[in-house]
T-cell receptor, first 113, second 115 residues
């Protein structure tokens, strides 16, 4: 069975601090894809990144970075120098092959000014 | 193309009434998903289509729910005899994929309130 676990329900940090959102996944497949989505207060899910199971190279995009480790089945997301606009709910998701997307329960991030 | 479009954005209905939601995916996207999201939870899978074929329907979905994608373009989700427990945000997403390796783009959702 597939499963995505985001153990952090809610996180609050002060602006400019770094923050890491954890994601642990379960799948028996060797080919799968992992995603992160952002859901701001407006409600629309915004795609942030996709990573396939064969590519463990970490990725950096501006203040965002992702750490994919197959050995621990984790795909963590770090925001550097956080800003108030980063306040949102963040979802980690998994898809295997030609299947449906499975989401975690999300982490609500509060960036305090 | 302006992205995935959902209509209506909000729907308030009385318990027992039927409701229908529409989703227009991004042009040429062959996969279309429906998800439901309640407060404080992640999106919960309902069903998905590859072109006009419905590939899977969640076992959590009762017989009161039905979805169609008649021409492989737009899709409708109907809920019959609505119950208060159906109150949620209904999300539609689309992607261009046959192997599931591309990201899904989501619409703004339809918020259903059953009173």
């Amino acid at each position: 069975a597939q499963k995505v676990t985001q153990a952090q329900t809610e996180i609050s940090v002060v602006e400019k601090e770094d923050v890491t959102l954890d994601c642990v996944y379960e799948t028996r497949d060797t080919t799968y894809y992992l995603f992160w989505y952002k859901q701001p207060p407006s409600g629309e899910l915004v795609f942030l990144i996709r990573r396939n199971s064969f590519d463990e190279q970490n990725e950096i995009s501006g203040r965002y970075s992702w750490n994919f480790q197959k050995s621990t089945s984790s795909f963590n997301f770090t925001i550097t120098a956080s800003q108030v606009v980063d306040s949102a709910v963040y979802f980690c998701a998994l898809i295997r092959g030609d299947d449906k997307i499975i989401f975690g329960k999300g982490t609500r991030l509060h960036i305090l000014p | 193309d302006t992205g995935v479009s959902q209509d209506p954005r909000h729907k308030i209905t009385k318990r027992g009434q039927n409701v229908t939601f529409r989703c227009d995916p991004i042009s040429e996207h062959n996969r279309l998903y429906w998800y439901r999201q309640t407060l404080g939870q992640g999106p919960e899978f309902l069903t998905y289509f590859q072109n006009e074929a419905q590939l899977e329907k969640s076992r959590l979905l009762s017989d009161r729910f039905s979805a169609e994608r008649p021409k492989g373009s737009f899709s409708t989700l109907e809920i019959q005899r609505t119950e208060q427990g159906d109150s949620a945000m209904y999300l539609c997403a689309s992607s261009l994929t046959a192997t599931g390796n591309t990201e899904a783009f989501f619409g703004q959702g339809t918020r259903l309130t059953v009173v």
